[in-house]
């Protein structure tokens, strides 16, 4: 920890993340060093990846957990999954020619819609993905879109 606040030239890091889930260690050990850490003025607010729900009321009846990063989208990458995906990617193109909107925009909206209070960690490698993913923000999904949308996801 000493090295990383040398590193970014400060005292504390606002939110620290465990990034990856170690098995061989209870989630109950992770929180009381971050609440160690967090006594010690050396982070604010601590977060996890990539946890169940198990995980993290473990760790938050030890010390509370500020931010949870788990992927959330229409579809995961594996290959096979994504052969059972074919009617949900022909969805989203004539729903994408309807709104002048790609298929990713289209699953930034979806998740976007679901709850207020997700927020999205898009990847991109390019300005212009960045402009097109923040455009997402503008697309309307009626209710009707979004079940449809989410019948197609669930049976995939």
């Known amino acids: 920890m000493e090295g990383s606040l040398k590193r970014l030239n400060t005292d504390y890091i606002d939110l620290y993340f465990q990034a990856r889930i170690d098995p061989k260690t209870e989630p109950e050990e992770v929180a009381e060093t971050m609440q160690e850490l967090m006594e010690g003025g050396k982070i604010l607010h601590w977060g996890v990846s990539e946890i169940d729900e198990d995980y993290l009321r473990r760790a938050n009846a030890v010390c509370p957990v500020t931010a949870v990063e788990n992927k959330y989208n229409i579809i995961s990458r594996d290959h096979e999954r994504l052969k059972r995906c074919q009617p949900l990617l022909d969805y989203l193109a004539v729903l994408g020619k309807e709104k002048g909107a790609t298929p ?9 819609h679901r709850k207020p209070y997700i927020v999205l960690i898009p990847g991109m490698r ?3 993905r960045q402009r097109e993913n923040a455009e997402a923000a503008e697309i309307t999904l009626t209710d009707g879109e979004m079940a449809k949308i989410d019948t197609l996801s669930i049976n995939t």
């Open 104 to 112: 990713a925009q289209l699953s930034l909206a979806w998740v976007l």
């Open 126 to 128: 390019s300005a212009e």
